[in-house]
């Protein structure tokens, strides 16, 4: 039997499934998943909504229906969380359970908007652009004064010191050489403060306080090299200098590992290319409602069950995966590996559990703490019932110490991300446990509790911007995601503020307002010109307070990493220069010249 789902949106959702096998269905449901979240209060014809979780949706034609072969059975969904504004939205997979409960897959077909078209999932064409002085280069440098032309390197006789970014180069640049035996001898030398120069002449020379600096010279070289090999507009200088320094400590990159699974060898190729680039934050998102990707000696069963999607499991399929089981985790041991390549390149990983809201896979893991008593369901804004935990469950702040304490075991960076974002005002208000306490006051105690462990161990907490009244402004560093406004009032209460405005640097947002276009416009749409352009300082009387910037990806549409590939470059170039480039010294003309020798995400993966 083979079954087709067609479905278009009109700002109604139509579907229809069509049998196009020989043999007829009866008593069966339908079950899909992709980003959009039915509203079960606004009615559905010809169907019975049999249960949503999230984006799963599982309904059932009226009573006796039979799909015969060749027939349709169409039905209309008559409101959704947020309308669907892209093809990305809308559902991705499906499966029809048969009265046995055996699952059949359904093929999905594209939906459909009201306009003529199909996806568009190229790279982004930003133009031949303006080369300057002959260099192309991500972020531009404080100061370049580069004279003459010479012919290009084969490549460089190197200090030992250069091993690490002699990996990173093979591993972007398949194929391309940078140490040559016989080319240009670079020699390392010192200086004070943060940053590096870099000397052209008969001998190339990189001066830098540190390892940090000197790396950061090597990028530099390299995208000098590569640029003079690869476009014929630009040249490897005869004599000069570029002296650099970056504008902001902080100068970061958030993946979510929860939406979807990231293979290791795809985490690692997003590490490189972040080095090439100058980032140096890694924020490696590894828990929300949709998995527990992090491994927990104390609790298996966060990996065992949370880490795992499909059809009769306690967390069924999402965001486009089908019936069978679909997911994965990264052992301690992996992220002690992907912590160590990280730091060779320049990068510190920054891990988030994320409490005590989105935490719907690990109480389905760990129902145990639940409190029994409660009754009633309250709904995140994600649409997952009851999904955070309750600090007045007495094996709540156990579980959270537990949990941080091997955290803090893998990760051995300054930085320990907490989470503590979109808690549903009402989360725990049936629990007899949590009587007379309101969430924010809940969450507050929990959040100071786990914020003093951290500080007792030496680290600095980080967290959303929501947890600020559980937090304080001493050794922490909050992310300001909703509107600028929120990262100036931060940092007038003294905190250090990073600014990932979901409007500019969210790097699901589509590029723009197109239907074909692939992410979501809940809050926007960034074309890249805009990232680019996006100044993270205004408004801020102690600039002080601005630590940095990121640009975040979340994963939710992204299991198709075509996906991935257009919706993150060259956007995160466009970060990257905000987070180390002066604002006067940016110029898009030249930032879209640059951006066509960057390396991107490779065809097939990572």
């Known amino acids: 039997m083979t079954l087709r789902l067609e479905q278009a949106w009109t700002g109604q959702w139509h579907f229809g499934l069509v049998n196009e096998g020989a043999a007829a269905l009866a008593g069966f449901t339908l079950c899909w998943n992709g980003h959009c979240k039915v509203d079960p209060a606004a009615g559905i ?11 799963f949706t599982e309904v059932a034609p009226p009573e006796g229906f039979v799909l015969r072969p060749g027939a349709a059975w169409r039905f209309v969904i008559g409101g959704v969380n947020v309308p669907l504004r892209h093809w990305t939205e809308a559902a991705r997979a499906a499966y029809v359970v048969l009265p046995g409960g055996a699952t059949m897959d359904v093929t999905v077909g594209l939906c459909g908007g009201g306009e003529a078209g199909e996806p568009i999932l190229g790279a982004v064409d930003l133009g031949e652009g303006r080369i300057e002085q002959g260099l192309a280069l991500v972020p531009w440098p404080a100061h370049v004064a580069v004279a003459g032309s010479r012919a290009v390197p084969d490549g460089f006789v190197l200090p030992d010191a250069a091993a690490d970014f002699i990996d990173l180069f093979q591993r972007l640049f398949h194929g391309e050489a940078f140490a040559d035996p016989a080319g240009p001898v670079l020699r390392r030398a010192v200086r004070s403060g943060p940053g590096y120069s870099l000397g052209f002449g008969a001998e190339l020379t990189i001066a830098a306080a540190d390892a940090e600096g000197f790396f950061q010279g090597l990028v530099t070289l390299g995208q000098v090299l590569r640029a003079a090999r690869h476009d014929p507009r630009c040249r490897f200088p005869a004599s000069g200098e570029i002296a650099d320094a970056p504008r902001f400590d902080w100068r970061g990159l958030h993946l979510d590992v929860a939406r979807q699974f990231y293979a290791m060898a795809e985490l690692e190729h997003l590490l490189a290319v972040m080095a090439w680039l100058k980032l140096n934050r890694f924020h490696l998102h590894l828990t929300d409602d949709e998995a527990w990707r992090f491994e927990v000696k104390a609790y298996p069963a966060l990996t065992d069950i949370g880490a795992w999607r499909g059809h009769g499991l306690p967390i069924p399929p999402l965001l486009g995966s089908g019936a069978a089981a679909r997911g994965g985790f990264y052992t301690q041991d992996d992220l002690r590996r992907l912590v160590a390549l990280a730091a060779g390149w320049g990068i ?29 369901i309250c709904w995140s804004v994600q649409a997952f019932p009851d999904n955070a935990l309750n600090p007045a469950v007495p ?22 991300h907490v989470g503590g974002d979109e808690v549903p005002v009402e989360a725990w208000a049936s629990s007899p446990l949590a009587a007379g306490r309101d969430a924010a006051a809940l969450q507050a105690s929990l959040l100071r509790h786990l914020h003093a462990r951290l500080r007792r161990a030496g680290r600095i907490t980080a967290a959303w911007e929501e947890a600020a009244p559980g937090i304080g402004p001493d050794a922490a560093v909050l992310m300001a995601w909703q509107d600028h406004a929120a990262a100036v009032r931060l940092a007038a209460e003294g905190y250090n503020v990073i600014v990932a405005l979901a409007q500019v640097w969210y790097l699901n947002m589509a590029l723009a307002p197109d239907w074909w276009e692939p992410g979501a416009s809940w809050a926007g749409y960034s074309p890249v010109a805009a990232a680019y352009g996006f100044e993270p300082g205004t408004g801020f009387a102690d600039p002080a307070r601005l630590a940095g910037v990121q640009a975040c990806i979340w994963s939710e549409q992204m299991a198709d990493r075509r996906v991935f590939a257009r919706l993150v470059f060259p956007r995160l170039a466009a970060v990257a220069e905000a987070g180390w480039t002066a604002p006067g010294a940016k110029e898009f003309a030249r930032f879209a010249a640059a951006a066509r020798l960057l390396p991107v995400w490779p065809e097939g993966g990572g």
Not at 45 to 55: G, K
């Open 395 to 416: 094996a709540v702040m156990e579980f959270v110490e537990l949990v941080f304490d091997e955290v803090l075991d893998v990760f051995p960076g300054r930085f320990i």
């Open 348 to 376: 510190e990983i920054i891990p988030e559990i994320d409490v005590p809201g989105h935490c719907f896979a690990a109480l389905a893991a760990l129902p145990g703490l639940r409190d029994a008593g409660e009754t009633g």
């Open 45 to 55: 014809e010809h169907a019975r909504l049999v249960r949503r979780v999230s984006n």
